[in-house]
């Protein structure tokens, strides 16, 4: 389908609020409002926050820090930036992650057209022939108030609409009760506390290494544990630090050469190329080594070999019998239902070892599920558990469900939400059939990986475009319906036979909180970047012969 494609009077652009309306102000909303402002547009970000780091905003849950070193994950385009900051770790915590982003916007004077507490409700497209101004958006907000923009861009995260569990009772609580994504500004104290901790992702393994620290005593309900690994965190020495800026144009190849963006690549070896002694000095290697090269550093076939899988998936199951004192609970720890890698591996630091303190207690709630919560705690289906907090690491509606939250409609009125009922359809994750000069940042079907570098690049992406548009008075873009098929059919292709695909996960689109989100989909890009960037480098390159320009 394709929107009218009338010429629109310069006059009636200057009619319209604004050039561009970026919602989001987290790492892709801030990089995008600087770029366009060069660009001399027009731009307005909303941001439903009090202020700027999306992401890095929200999870200020308690123990919330990078799985990337830092120095891979900050910005990469301005030299004078990464000469000006200075990360205190190698994988650094929340707090500093939200001083960076904040010295980011101050820097680059960026808070001047972000309006916080701003959250968008709706996105329609105008472009009825015979309409005033033709060919743009218009935003309204939670308050009700109406913004229009030639050009929509959305900037609203991967990991950002938080779903709680549909646990009757929930509401009823007399104790405190908090989200990891929604957690308060002000500090929490565990000290004495009865602390329960529903979930055990990445959020629920580094909320729950850290609370147990303080807390009286702590309740662990796991569903389906993951493999986790050793994060290795140290702060940087000032020797490091020197190295580390000196060697940031090296440090950005690299992210740039590698699979998914980090500083670990796969090893381009099969698992059973080497002999079972050499693969157990690499597992052994990379279990002692900081970061995520376990997971994306391990043997290339890993992923895809169920045999090899297997292999690695022994090897972390006999670390976890080898730190967790109780052999049953360590047996309750270790994943039955999916191999290593094939969900997102958490990093932790002690998250084993919080299980042979007295005042810690897993439970199984997939043998004995929560039937509801009541005014003092939780009840299973075999016992009732008092508490004084009860924290929800129950992770997101992720990738779509950003978008499902917006009432976004395209040409035909219809809503995008409904138009991705079956899985998402897009051209390079970023535009959308029927949506004209919607550009996502981050959209599904996009690399995610080290996801700043990914952010980064796409950001620059729509910016050509975007300059491109400029430089020839186009006002109008939208995706071919063939662009979009062979891309998602290729999205499909490069999932296809990845262990990964056969595993339900957000990655997945799965989400048992969520209703029809309980049938897989393939929801991201996961080919390699350098494949990605080549794609869509080559239809910018070609002068956009996908896309319908008017
Ligand atoms: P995840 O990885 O989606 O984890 C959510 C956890 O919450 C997971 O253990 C779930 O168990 C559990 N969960 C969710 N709903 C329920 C209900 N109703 N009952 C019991 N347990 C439940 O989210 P995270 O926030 O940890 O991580 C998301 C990403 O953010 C992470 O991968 C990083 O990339 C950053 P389940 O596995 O579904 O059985």
Redesign the pocket.
């Known amino acids: 389908m394709s929107a009218t494609l009338e010429a629109t009077a310069p006059a009636a652009a200057q009619a319209l609020d604004f050039d561009a309306i970026i919602i989001g102000a987290g790492m892709s909303g801030l990089y995008q409002l600087l770029r366009l402002r060069q660009l001399g547009l027009r731009v307005r970000v909303f941001e439903a926050g009090t202020g700027v780091g999306g992401t890095w905003y929200w999870n200020r849950y308690p123990g919330a820090r990078f799985d990337s070193e830092s120095y891979s994950y900050g910005y990469s385009f301005s030299k004078e930036l990464l000469e000006e900051w200075s990360w205190s770790e190698h994988f650094a915590p929340q707090p500093e992650t939200q001083r960076y982003l904040n010295f980011v916007a101050d820097k680059f004077d960026l808070h001047r057209d972000i309006q916080f507490k701003a959250r968008v409700a709706s996105a329609h497209w105008q472009g009825a022939e015979g309409q005033e101004q033709g060919r743009h958006w218009a935003v309204t907000l939670e308050d009700g108030s109406r913004h229009t923009a030639r050009h929509l861009i959305t900037a609203i995260g991967v990991?950002s609409a938080p779903?709680l569990?549909?646990?009757e009772g929930i509401d009823t609580f007399q104790g405190q009760s908090f989200h990891?994504?929604r957690w308060p500004h002000e500090p929490v104290d565990f000290r004495g506390k009865r602390v329960a901790v529903?979930?055990?992702?990445?959020?629920?393994?580094q909320t729950i290494q850290e609370v147990a620290k303080t807390a009286g005593h702590l309740t662990v309900?796991?569903?389906?544990p993951?493999w986790c690994a050793p994060l290795h965190n140290r702060p940087i020495t000032e020797e490091e630090q020197r190295e580390i800026k000196a060697g940031y144009p090296e440090i950005f190849r690299r992210c740039q050469e590698t699979f998914s963006c980090f500083m670990h690549t796969p090893d381009p070896r099969g698992t059973f190329e080497v002999s079972k002694e050499e693969r157990e000095a690499f597992y052994e290697t990379l279990y002692a080594s900081p970061g995520f090269g376990i997971w994306v550093g391990n043997f290339r076939d890993m992923l895809t070999d169920r045999a090899a899988n297997k292999e690695i998936s022994d090897f972390v199951a006999n670390k976890i019998r080898q730190r967790v004192k109780d052999p049953k609970v360590a047996e309750m720890l270790i994943p039955k239902n999916h191999g290593f890698g094939t969900?997102?591996v958490?990093l932790e630091t002690r998250y084993y070892e919080v299980y042979n303190q007295p005042n810690v207690l897993l439970v199984d709630?997939?043998a004995t599920p929560?039937e509801r919560i009541t005014p003092t705690g939780i009840k299973t289906s075999e016992a009732e558990y008092p508490f004084d907090i009860i924290i929800y690491?129950?992770?997101?509606d992720?990738i779509t469900g950003a978008f499902d939250r917006i009432d976004i409609r395209g040409c035909d009125g219809k809503r995008l939400k409904d138009r991705w009922a079956h899985g998402p359809e897009t051209f390079m994750g970023m535009m959308v059939e029927g949506f004209p000069n919607m550009l996502m940042l981050m959209g599904p079907h996009t690399a995610l990986g080290n996801i700043p570098r990914s952010i980064e690049y796409n950001v620059d992406w729509v910016t050509r475009l975007l300059r491109f548009m400029q430089e020839k008075g186009l006002t109008f873009a939208e995706a071919r319906p063939e662009a979009v098929q062979a891309w998602t059919d290729h999205v499909k292709l490069v999932g296809a036979g990845l262990l990964s695909t056969e595993v339900?996960?957000?990655m997945t689109g799965?989400?048992?909180?969520v209703e029809g989100k309980q049938t897989r989909i393939i929801a991201r890009y996961s080919g390699s970047a350098p494949e990605y960037r080549a794609w869509c480098d080559a239809v910018a390159d070609k002068g956009y012969p996908d896309l319908v320009l008017a």
């Open positions: 990991l779903t569990p549909r646990f990891t994504a529903i979930g055990t992702g990445a959020t629920g393994v309900f796991q569903r389906t993951n969900r997102r958490p709630s997939k929560i690491a129950t992770g997101f992720a339900d996960s957000w799965i989400n048992s909180n």
